[in-house]
T-cell receptor
Framework: DTGVSQNPRHKITKRGQNVTFRCDPI?????LYWYRQTLGQGPEFLTYFQNEAQLEKSRLLSDRFSAERPKGSFSTLEIQRTEQGDSAMYLC??????????????????FGAGSRLTVL | AQTVTQSQPEMSVQEAETVTLSCTYD???????LFWYKQPPSRQMILVIRQEAYKQQNATENRFSVNFQKAAKSFSLKISDSQLGDTAMYFCAFMKHRSAVQGAQKLVFGQGTRLTINP
């Protein structure tokens, strides 16, 4: 178990370009989350997958953002036509939903180191 | 909606001292979880300690303990015998208790407290 892996760690791009980030969760984890963290703030929820299904999206996730988890393993987060306001750290987290948890739902999220986006 | 407030943007203590980080939250939920996460510089966020709201006993993990005051909606973190490796951003976070069929177990984070341990 190598934890949650995110690539690239840092991406610098020009406004208007598209960028894609990848997240490899802990292998047995069936839930995957994307969060965004701007400088000096705590992370904010963007979206979440259970296996390959994207079940919830935040209003923060504009139509320029798209996330996929095609086989229920790794996930990608793509930002199209980047804007300077997209500059942030994009964090991925995963957890294991276990119906045997007592109490159910107390799953702990394990975070990756993040992908920092700088839009010039 | 839930909110989490950390009123101390920065704190600094000497190595081996005890330090307490404050956190308050606002919710109408009765069943929930509270967390403290640590984010070292340029490194991933790590869970420090977790508290279930239904438990009256305060959680402890080695040098880390919490003071959970449910009525006051307060959840402070105490670090005893602080070490240089404790230097990091510390985030307090809230999660509603949701069953497996109710969807995402989203964390709501505070703004963070930057803690520096000085030699």
């Amino acid at each position: 178990d190598t934890g949650v892996s995110q690539n690239p760690r840092h991406k610098i791009t020009k406004r208007g370009q598209n960028v894609t980030f990848r997240c490899d969760p802990i292998s047995e984890h069936n839930r995957l989350y994307w969060y965004r963290q701007t400088l000096g703030q705590g992370p904010e929820f963007l979206t979440y997958f259970q296996n390959e299904a994207q079940l919830e999206k935040s209003r923060l996730l504009s139509d320029r953002f798209s996330a996929e988890r095609p086989k229920g393993s790794f996930s990608t987060l793509e930002i199209q036509r980047t804007e300077q306001g997209d500059s942030a750290m994009y964090l991925c987290a995963s957890s294991l939903l276990s119906y045997r948890d007592r109490p159910p739902g107390a799953n702990v999220l394990t975070f990756g180191a993040g992908s920092r986006l700088t839009v010039l | 909606a839930q909110t989490v407030t950390q009123s101390q943007p920065e704190m600094s203590v000497q190595e081996a001292e005890t330090v307490t980080l404050s956190c308050t939250y606002d919710t109408s939920e009765n069943n929930y979880y509270l967390f403290w996460y640590k984010q070292p510089p340029s490194r991933q966020m790590i869970l420090v300690i977790r508290q279930e709201a239904y438990k009256q006993q305060n959680a402890t993990e080695n040098r880390f303990s919490v003071n959970f005051q449910k009525a006051a909606k307060s959840f402070s973190l105490k670090i005893s015998d602080s070490q240089l490796g404790d230097t990091a951003m510390y985030f307090c976070a809230f999660m509603k208790h949701r069953s497996a069929v109710q969807g995402a177990q989203k964390l709501v984070f505070g703004q963070g407290t930057r803690l520096t341990i000085n030699p």
